[in-house]
T-cell receptor, first 119, second 111 residues
Framework: GAVVSQHPSRVICKSGTSVKIECRSL??????MFWYRQFPKQSLMLMAT?????????EQGVEKDKFLINHASLTLSTLTVTSAHPEDSSFYIC???????????????FGPGTRLTVL | KQEVTQIPAALSVPEGENLVLNCSFT??????LQWFRQDPGKGLTSLLL?????REQTSGRLNASLDKSSGRSTLYIAASQPGDSATYLC??????????FGTGTRLLVSP
């Protein structure tokens, strides 16, 4: 089956530093990748949608200058949390879709998540 | 704005019981609905996906139904086992593969 990996699985950083999280589709090409954030005991909230070769689309309330998303190839998307603060501490999960953009019935495959702790 | 709610928020049952998890959504204009399982501190495992034109899907001891017009889905787990303990999330696809997730049901199955 389709596999999505994330790296790192866990990161601890100091306030004010930047952290990069990678999301890779290992055995398929992902036209579209999604980034979600999950606070403790809450559900997943979509942060942004990234399409290979174009700018990411951010959900309302998500700061695009703080959460930089790059989708440079069909197998890799990165999320950079810039100038991280303790309130950015969360579980970040990516997913990758196999279908073409607009293929609404296609399945998304989820990565294992990255636990970010900002001290 | 699509909102997805799951009831109950938490459920504790003895092993062997059959149980039903509920998911409701406010906007019936969905492409599909998916049920996921999430273990503590882990990512998501897809359990079942129901397209908007379908009424139900089955996989092993799991059966999911969808009533799009009333904005409801149920996940039925037969003969529950301790290994079923996890958080169960439903999510609706609102288009362009964008998923709106429910609030989750934390299930504990005791031996």
């Amino acid at each position: 089956g389709a596999v999505v990996s994330q790296h790192p699985s866990r990161v601890i950083c100091k306030s004010g530093t930047s952290v990069k999280i990678e999301c890779r589709s290992l055995d398929f090409q992902a036209t579209t990748m999604f980034w979600y954030r999950q606070f403790p005991k809450q559900s997943l909230m979509l942060m942004a949608t990234s399409n290979e070769g174009s700018k990411a689309t951010y959900e309302q309330g998500v700061e695009k200058d703080k959460f930089l998303i790059n989708h440079a190839s069909l197998t890799l998307s990165t999320l950079t949390v810039t100038s991280a603060h303790p309130e950015d501490s969360s579980f970040y999960i990516c997913s990758a879709g196999q279908g073409a953009y607009g293929g609404s019935t296609d399945t998304q495959y989820f990565g294992p998540g990255t636990r970010l702790t900002v001290l | 704005k699509q909102e997805v709610t799951q009831i109950p928020a938490a459920l504790s049952v003895p092993e062997g019981e059959n149980l039903v998890l509920n998911c409701s959504f406010t906007d019936s204009a969905i492409y599909n609905l998916q049920w996921f399982r999430q273990d503590p501190g882990k990512g998501l495992t897809s359990l079942l996906l129901i397209q908007s034109s379908q009424r139900e899907q089955t996989s092993g001891r799991l059966n999911a139904s969808l009533d799009k017009s009333s904005g409801r889905s149920t996940l039925y787990i037969a003969a529950s086992q301790p290994g079923d303990s996890a958080t169960y999330l439903c999510a609706v696809n609102t288009g362009f593969q964008k998923l709106v997730f429910g609030t989750g049901t934390r299930l504990l199955v005791s031996p």
